[in-house]
């Protein structure tokens, strides 16, 4: 892995904010891509530490050696903020679908609602292949953080489900005091392309691990004013690095390699299915958090996780033309959910869900073993006289209680190696009514009296629930939301068992379930199970994400 350059071959010097703030993509002198990721945010201080010492760019004045091991300090000295404007997305347009938005923004103005169009994303040929990650975005303005009542009643009438970005109208500004003097910016990078490390870094804002920890970072560390007038770090590295830093925090690094493998190359899907669409108004492409992808780094790198990422080195998904957005969970629970289901935005045939199993689809399988195959087939008939088989479609709540009854063997993700302890593949939680009136207290339902999955998709995580109560009837739509009201669900694939008492009343449910996480896309345990199986990586990736095949793009 190699730094990037340093100078005006990669971002001009009198326009490095405004180069970082357009979301451009980046690349090498080699034609290959450097992302910028942001890694502090509405900071004051800086520190950085080069053990082999450091070249500092202060603005537009020269380089500067700092000698090895002598701190580099940055700090704010006066700043400006962004003009930023809130909009709430209404609609998402993918692909083709794009060709639609003026037509669709009419169809928003018809119901009252003078709608605009976002173009996100971009289009970029590369080696003779086109990545096209582009959507159109159809918003409507927002005063403050929400929507005024009559166009929040207009969406809630036609089902819409809202999200929020950000455009910038005017960039931020800050002044920075590094080695005696002031500037709009500072560059770095450690002499003879070295790691650097950088004090103090802020990570796991809004989760249970948040906290501060020094991170040794490659590539050029770009110090620049964030949206708020404070102090941004964002480094500039190349995408073999950051799929690096990326996969051993996202997969085991002792899973076989051809999991590892498949994770590399999902991992830069994600990556590159996210360049231009999230982020709009910070000077970075992706964060390195989980809101991304958790980036930590050389400090997080393992040598079998750089070893999948040089082998798969450029690679990428696609069906047909289209860059598959490669998402993935932990565990899918032995099917996988369509993305639709999961997330507001039209079906995308690579991210349909599908049973999780060996035996699904025998033209699937030329790459088994024949020990493999004949154990596969064993499972199968085991599976066929002990349990009703395992449903390709689990829209009903027998079709997932035939899942739970499934035995482990099965589904690729029961059969992983790194899957046979603690509560991920199969769980049960149960809820008193008490649990249950504070976790849907302000749907104004009163105290529950019944809970109900009112939809499923095709892999049976839930559309909506039900909630009844004795005051009224409420719905939360989607599965995230119902996992983060239910003390962080493992999965929103489960089935409810009611106790009640003599007279009837509810006193608590018992939720029965499968996976960890979303569900959608990859099963990361399935791809250890598939690679413990004798599949590639290749034959991983075309079964999560159906139909893809794997091109080298750079």
């Known amino acids: 892995m190699t730094a990037p350059l340093l100078l005006a071959a990669l971002l001009a010097q009198a326009g490095l904010v405004e180069d970082l703030y357009s979301h451009r ?37 020269p380089p500067v050696e700092v000698t090895p091991g002598v701190p580099l300090v940055v700090e704010r000295v006066s700043g400006t903020a962004a003009v930023v404007r809130p909009l709430w997305v209404i609609e998402t347009l993918e692909a083709e679908a794009r060709q639609q938005k003026r037509a669709a ?14 173009d996100v994303g971009g289009v970029y040929g590369v080696k003779g292949t086109v990545v096209d990650n582009r959507a159109a975005l159809v918003v409507l303005p927002s005063v403050g953080d929400r929507l005024d009542d009559k166009t929040a009643r207009a969406l809630a009438a036609v089902g819409a489900r809202e999200s929020t970005v950000e455009a910038l109208d005017a960039l931020p500004s800050v002044q920075l005091r590094v080695l005696g003097a002031t500037a709009a910016f500072v560059r770095v990078v450690g002499k003879d392309g070295r790691p650097v490390l950088v004090k103090e870094v802020e990570h796991g804002v809004g989760y249970a691990d948040h906290g501060f920890a020094d991170r040794l970072l490659r590539g050029e560390l770009l110090v620049v004013p964030d949206k708020g007038g404070r102090v ?8 073999d690095a950051v799929v690096a830093g990326v996969l051993p925090s996202e997969m085991f690094a002792s899973a076989p390699l051809e999991a590892l ?30 809101h991304c ?59 349909a869900g599908r049973a999780d199993v060996p035996f699904a689809d025998p033209a699937s399988r ?89 939809e499923r998709g095709p892999g049976g995580r839930l559309r909506a629930l039900v ?47 499968a996976g960890f996480g979303h569900g959608s896309g990859m099963c990361q345990q399935g791809a250890i199970g598939m690679a413990e199986g004798g599949a590639d990586y290749r034959a991983i990736l075309r079964h999560y994400y159906v139909g893809a095949a794997v091109k080298r793009v750079f």
């Open 293 to 351: 992808q958790v980036y930590k780094g050389v400090s997080a790198e393992h040598p079998r996780a750089t070893q999948a990422a040089d082998e798969t080195r450029g690679e990428l998904a696609f069906v047909g033309e289209r860059l598959v957005e490669s998402v993935y969970s932990a565990c899918c629970g032995g099917h996988t959910e369509a993305a639709d289901v999961v997330w507001d935005r039209p079906p995308q045939s690579a991210l």
């Open 467 to 513: 909630i009844e109560g004795n005051k009224g009837r409420g719905r939360v739509l989607r599965e995230l939301p119902v996992r983060k009201r239910l003390a962080n669900l493992r999965s929103g694939l489960f089935v409810i068992d009611e106790e009640r008492d003599a007279a009837g009343a509810l006193l608590a449910v018992t939720l029965r379930g």
């Open 261 to 290: 493998k498949a994770q590399a190359v999902t991992a830069r899907g994600e990556l590159f299915a996210k360049i231009g669409r999230r982020h709009l108004a910070d000077p970075f492409q992706v964060c390195s958090e989980q």
């Open 232 to 239: 941004a770090v964002v480094n500039l590295v190349d995408e």
């Open 105 to 118: 923004a009419d169809v928003w103005a018809g119901r009252g609602l003078a709608a605009q169009i976002l």
């Open 25 to 61: 993509l980046l690349f090498d002198e080699r034609g290959r891509p450097l992302v910028p990721i942001g890694m502090m945010q509405n900071a004051a201080r800086v520190v950085v530490v080069g053990e082999h010492g450091l070249l500092v760019t202060a603005g537009e004045a």
């Open 366 to 454: 030329p790459w088994l073993a024949p020990d493999v195959e004949a154990s596969a087939l064993a499972a199968r008939a085991r599976h066929d006289r002990k349990a009703p088989p395992v449903p390709i479609d689990l829209r009903t709540d027998a079709a997932v209680e035939a899942l739970l009854a499934a035995p482990k063997d099965a589904t690729w993700c029961g059969r992983s190696s790194f899957n046979q302890k603690g509560d991920v593949y199969r769980w049960t939680r149960r809820f008193t009514r008490v649990e249950l009136d504070a976790a849907f207290a302000d749907l104004g339902v009163g105290e529950v009296r019944r809970l109900a999955v009112e």
